[in-house]
């Protein structure tokens, strides 16, 4: 187990209508060019949106578990966080596997830990942020497609969650749940010093410890902006994904920076689609 003694998530995958994507704000202030300006041996890196992204990139728990095996079982490991959040259950279960190893975790947000990633960032049994990072909390934020009664039925699905990471927060911070809950209804984004001014990090990282790849930086963040424009115009994530792959012919490398002539042209159509289908 952890060093600390960190609440588990119990998150139930019926949720019928609703679908977790990262949000649009979150997504919109992430900066994936920051990343840690070396490596370590035992280290895991959480760049990406959380959850399967439609070119079977992002990060996943089948992923992290791999690399935690990898590593292995006693082992420090240190888990290097730059992320807009996305998928709720992905999410927890990367911080029930963190919370279980029974090496020590320290969790370094090197730009953003958002939403989903911010439940990540709680395993660590030291948490440090970077200069300019920011942690930001929320209720559990879904798209959900149906009548009324799916959605009625899907809130009632959230509030359990809403509970668990507000107890997750308050067990890290030593804030009661009831002021970690008024955060999350705050939709709070967080400062490094103010996060470790309220319990919820642990410490600073040196700017010397931070790197801007520029390659990293906005084919991955468009397209994902793409899509969550695409979700709130109520498609579907399979309606979403089926769109990428037809536009881009089934290639992820057209997302990534070798992208083949003409991928930049049929995101910005996409985009501009998704536009004029907003309502």
Excluded: C
């Amino acid at each position: 187990m952890s060093l600390l003694k960190l609440p588990e998530i119990r998150a139930d995958h019926r949720l019928g209508a609703a679908q977790f994507d990262a949000r649009p704000d979150a997504l919109e202030r992430w900066q994936p060019e920051i990343r840690a300006a070396t490596e370590a041996a035992n280290s895991i890196s959480i760049y990406d949106a959380i959850g399967e992204g439609w070119d079977g990139n992002g990060v996943t728990a089948k992923r992290i578990g791999a690399a935690l095996r990898a590593i292995g079982a006693d082992k420090e490991v240190q888990v290097n966080v730059n992320s807009p959040g996305g998928d709720f259950f992905e999410g927890v279960a990367i911080y029930n596997m963190l919370r279980q190893h029974a090496g020590k975790v320290t969790v370094r947000v090197m730009g953003l830990a958002a939403s989903a990633a911010s439940v990540i960032a709680m395993a660590g049994d030291e948490i440090l942020m970077g200069d300019g990072a920011f942690l930001m909390v929320h209720n559990a934020w879904a798209v959900a497609i149906g009548n009324r009664h799916d959605m009625a039925d899907a809130a009632k699905r959230l509030e359990p969650f809403d509970a668990a990471m507000a107890g997750v927060y308050a067990a890290r911070s030593g804030m009661t749940v009831a002021e970690a809950a008024a955060l999350m209804d705050k939709e709070t984004w967080i400062g490094a010093a103010q996060a470790v001014e309220d319990g919820l990090a642990t410490g600073l990282i040196d700017s010397k410890d931070i790197k801007q790849d520029a390659s990293a930086h906005m084919p991955r963040k468009t397209l994902a902006l793409v899509e969550a424009s695409m979700a709130r115009a109520g498609h579907s994530r399979s309606v979403r994904r089926e769109a990428f792959k037809a536009l881009f012919n089934g290639t992820p490398g057209a997302a990534d920076d070798a992208a083949t002539p003409g991928a930049g042209e049929a995101a910005a159509l996409l985009l501009s689609l998704t536009n004029s289908l907003k309502v």
